[in-house]
């Protein structure tokens, strides 16, 4: 079987489970990893049997290896544009995890060089990969519910899961973001106006909670709720929902908790089933059917159409329009 040689840059916690996906698709051979922390660096690549010349500290000397013909980049959001465009007009394949970016401006940016790029591109909006969007999606599409009037997210963390990313990221760019592309993607339509609150009870760089209302240019109403801050004990990692109603009916999605839940002598939990689940030794989801798809686009040499460079700009000018609002207490327009 002919398999995409790829590395991974940027190895914190999402990217060590790229690797440990990538590292189960059978069309792909991880071969190489980059971050600056060194002691990090060993720790994931011995873990894959990454070889120690595949080690690398600086994203640049990796893309100069012939070798590798895909990266995958899960740095934090604001270091996403440069790796990007390097690795671009380096002639490597490019998955990028979301969000594209933190500025429209560095999105533009990484739309312009996909363009202009010979190898393929995608941003991983896992959602999408999700049987139960890509399934609601459909039936949207088919105009079982008619126009789409309405829709409401949910999209809520416990507070430990919160607290590990607050100092790097907040509730609307870093989960609303999701819920967004979702909206979009459901109703054909973007957000014309935002209007957003958030609450900060912790000590930390953003919000707890964040709560959005858009204006679709379809007229829709959408409604997306970000809690970053219910109770530890809370036996599951994410409640998940997104309700749609249409002007002939309407779809409900409820994911991922309570479709398990284990209760033993320490408590209940409730694992994921969705998104990265653990079966048989190796990772399995939508995780692995995105890596995957991107991986068989590769190999076939056909762009990835599940979503394109725009779609994924959108989302994120959305959200920061979102965030914009909430720190001004103003609608903003959405150009």
């Known amino acids: 079987m002919k398999q995409v040689k790829i590395g991974v840059i940027g190895l914190g916690w999402f990217g060590e489970k790229h690797c440990e996906v ?3 698709i059978p069309q792909v ?20 049997g990454i070889n120690a010349e595949n080690r690398y500290t600086d994203y640049r000397a990796m893309l100069t290896d012939p070798e590798i013909e895909a990266v995958s980049i899960t740095t934090m959001w604001d270091q996403h544009a440069e790796p990007t465009i390097a690795a671009l007009e380096a002639g490597k ?11 429209v401006e560095d999105c533009d940016a990484i739309v312009a060089a996909a363009k202009a790029a010979t190898g393929s591109f995608m941003v991983g909006h896992i959602c999408r990969f999700n049987p139960r969007y890509a399934a609601a999606r459909e039936a949207i599409a088919e105009g079982r519910i ?7 997210s949910r999209r809520n963390l416990p507070a430990w899961v919160g607290a590990s990313v607050l100092d790097k990221i907040g509730p609307i760019i870093g989960d609303c973001v999701h819920d967004t592309d979702l909206m979009f993607w459901m109703s054909g339509s973007r957000a014309v106006t935002a209007y957003a609150q958030t609450v900060q009870f912790r000590e930390h760089a953003n919000p707890d909670l964040g709560q959005v209302m858009y204006r679709l240019e379809n007229g829709a109403s959408c409604i997306l709720e970000s809690v970053w801050c219910l109770p530890d004990t809370t036996p599951f ?3 998940e929902r997104l309700e749609i109603v249409g002007t002939e009916g309407s779809v409900s999605i409820h994911d991922t908790h309570p479709n398990l839940m284990i209760v033993d002598k320490d408590g209940s ?14 990772v399995r989801g939508a995780l692995r059917d995105e890596l995957e798809y991107f991986a068989d686009c590769v190999l076939k ?4 159409t599940v979503i394109t ?6 989302a994120v000018r959305a959200c920061l329009a979102a965030e914009e609002s909430a720190r001004t207490g103003v609608v903003v327009k959405i150009d």
Request: net charge negative.
């Open 301 to 304: 040499g056909e762009a990835p």
């Open 237 to 239: 990692q994410i409640d």
């Open 309 to 314: 460079p725009e779609e994924s700009r959108e």
């Open 93 to 103: 394949h490019v998955f990028l995890e979301k969000p594209m970016a933190s500025t």
């Open 22 to 24: 990538l590292s189960g």
């Open 269 to 282: 939990r409730c694992p994921d089933t969705t998104y990265w689940p653990e079966m048989r030794g190796k």
């Open 146 to 152: 008619g126009r789409v009037i309405s829709m409401y």
């Open 29 to 48: 051979e991880l071969v190489a990893g980059c971050t600056r922390n060194e002691s990090r660096l060993n720790e994931v690549g011995d873990r894959f």
